[in-house]
């Protein structure tokens, strides 16, 4: 009968505490975004994380992006590629050989305007295999492309409904970890507390 007496408190407050730390955690996951815009409550004022200090978040993101996830050397990489360079090829081909076709007519055009297309490709397709073989050409030509200003205006150009769900997306398997850890502390919570509510007593 005691121990009947003793187990029935014990499990409720082992729930209770179980229920009030996932929720708690869920409510603090939640309090990221939302809410969207100020609420004042007497001196506080209540606002999501994100959307309170969204250029700060958006100018951090876009620089660590920039610097630790596309580097010149990466973006190169991803760009001089064979089939990268055969699109280009085939379009200066095809530039080429419309502005030759523009020419007036004279004796042996055809042959002359193939002569020029191939020289014009082959000296490109040259000249890119030269560049490819330079190690400092991706920090040269990347120099001035502005990929974190890119990335900070992107950013900040995204509805937050579609940014939330963006980042929930990215980091739902940690998110439902980080609220199911808040119901296992409040479930230890829940049963130490009786245990030493009994001992005090």
Known sequence: MGTGIFLGPWLSSALLG???GWITNVMTIRLIFRPRRPIGIGSWTLQGIVPRRRPELARSLARTIASELLSATELWRRIDTAPHREAILNGVRSVVRERLRRLPAFPFRAAVAERIEDTVVRELDEYLERLARDPD???????HVPVADLIEERINQLDLDEFERIIVGL?????RQAELLGGVLGLAVGLVLPLVDAVAH
Do not use: G, K, N, T
């Open 18 to 20: 179980a229920l009030i």
């Open 137 to 143: 050409l991706p920090a040269r030509l990347l120099a």
């Open 171 to 175: 980091s739902r398997r940690e998110l």
